[in-house]
């Protein structure tokens, strides 16, 4: 039976050194599970609120344990869910913070998957996921508020879209990021590394653009398949009074539009994220209009993985992909169905790891169990490489 007998919930360390929460949930026939809280630096503006560890970890175990040990079945993930939303009893997790939800909530489906026997994967997916695995987008050079004194645009993307296994693609991202890392010392440039382990060099959006289309180039060459760029733009955090504010220039929503859609012309990007800031649904349109025939416009700060923000979306039209990070809206089941909502309006989802992470792997188990096309997991690192090396076991067991 997977009646839960035991949470137990603790401070750990995460990629940046900062602390998070870690939750273990045990089952009355033995079912074990662990998993851990990831932490953004660049966050939207409507995300559930994540607490500080402490008064997280106490708040929870005051008002969500209760509800849940020896109350609730590890195998009913709505009913675990609902229990943490009761506890809670706000729309954001304010009272027990989103990073204790969320961390009791994937812990929770590992220990049913556990008693099952089974890959995290088939319980959250069963036998409705497709054929198919995500493509990892690998962040290569990085800026904005992952890295100081670097880019204005805060990831730069390989896409390996002809890759034909995720063995394949995750050594293409990996061979991109260290050809970046060559084409760097040829022009003499040195470069330290963001949260995400991209390579973030003193250097304009315009040379980061030259370099990594070249470290593609090359890459291509030696795998003989495809590989496109994509862009995190993060553009909330550079729209400042009304405009786009970047290092050596100012442009207004018209002006952004204009830039990013030549951006996806003249590089033939496969994919771009949060071009414009987090309340233009209009904006986010009108783009979409112009280049979503060709390029992923994916919503991360603009919908935040909330299903009322993302019908909003829908309504006007914007974008034609949506990120989804379980850490900003609580629970798996929140995640799922946010999910669901957009793959049902032709919105592709892209699972997302966080620029503060942990070696937890669930991720890897939530893009596969829900037949995702893309999945962010950086491209290197250990908390990176983590979730890209479980991508491989799956596809390898499947």
């Known amino acids: 039976m997977t009646l839960i007998t035991d949470v137990r919930l603790r401070r750990v360390l995460d990629s940046r050194g900062n602390p998070t929460v870690e939750a273990d949930v045990l089952t009355e026939s033995g079912g074990f599970g662990r998993a851990r809280a990831p932490s953004g630096a660049s966050t939207g503006e409507y995300e559930a609120i994540e607490l500080p560890v402490g008064e997280a970890i106490a708040t929870a175990r005051e008002e969500a344990l209760p509800r849940l040990v020896g109350e609730v079945y590890a195998g009913n993930q709505r009913d675990v869910d609902a229990a943490l939303h009761a506890a809670d009893g706000t729309n954001d997790f304010s009272v027990i913070g989103a990073n204790s939800a969320v961390a009791i909530s994937m812990a929770t489906a590992h220990a049913a998957a556990d008693v099952l026997g089974t890959p995290l994967f088939q319980h959250l997916g069963g036998t409705f996921r497709g054929d198919g ?57 040195p470069a330290g590394k963001g949260d995400e382990g991209a390579w973030a060099p003193s250097i304009d959006d315009s040379k980061a653009f030259e370099l990594v289309d070249e470290a593609i180039g090359v890459v291509e060459d030696e795998v003989g398949f495809e590989i496109k760029l994509g862009l995190d733009m993060a553009a909330a955090e550079l729209h400042q009074k009304g405009v786009y504010q970047y290092s050596d220039d100012t442009r207004d929503t018209d002006e952004q539009i204009e830039y990013v859609a030549e951006l996806a012309e003249e590089y033939d990007l496969a994919y771009v994220e949060d071009p414009l800031d987090e309340d233009d649904f209009e904006g986010f349109a009108e783009l979409t209009d112009r280049v979503g025939s060709e390029t992923l416009v994916c919503g991360d700060d603009l919908f935040v993985t909330n299903v009322e923000r993302l019908e909003r979306g829908i309504d006007v039209g914007a974008g034609n992909s949506i990120l989804i990070k379980p850490n900003q809206i609580g629970t798996l089941t929140d995640t799922v169905e946010a999910v669901e909502l957009g793959v049902a309006n032709g919105y592709a989802p892209v699972i997302s790891h966080r620029s503060g992470e942990t070696e937890d792997t669930t991720i890897a188990h939530l893009a596969v169990a829900t037949d995702a096309p893309y999945i962010k997991t950086g491209a290197v690192g250990g908390e990176r490489t983590a979730k890209l090396n479980e991508l491989i076991r799956i596809e390898q067991n499947v």
Request: no cysteine; net charge negative; hydrophobic share 55%.
């Open 133 to 189: 695995f995500p493509v990892p987008l690998g962040n290569v050079v990085g800026g904005g508020e992952h890295a100081a004194d670097a880019t204005d645009i805060q990831e730069f993307l390989a896409v390996p879209v002809g890759a034909p296994s995720v063995e394949d693609a995750v050594f293409a991202n990996a061979a991109v990021h260290a050809a970046v890392a060559d084409l760097l010392d040829d022009h003499g440039i």
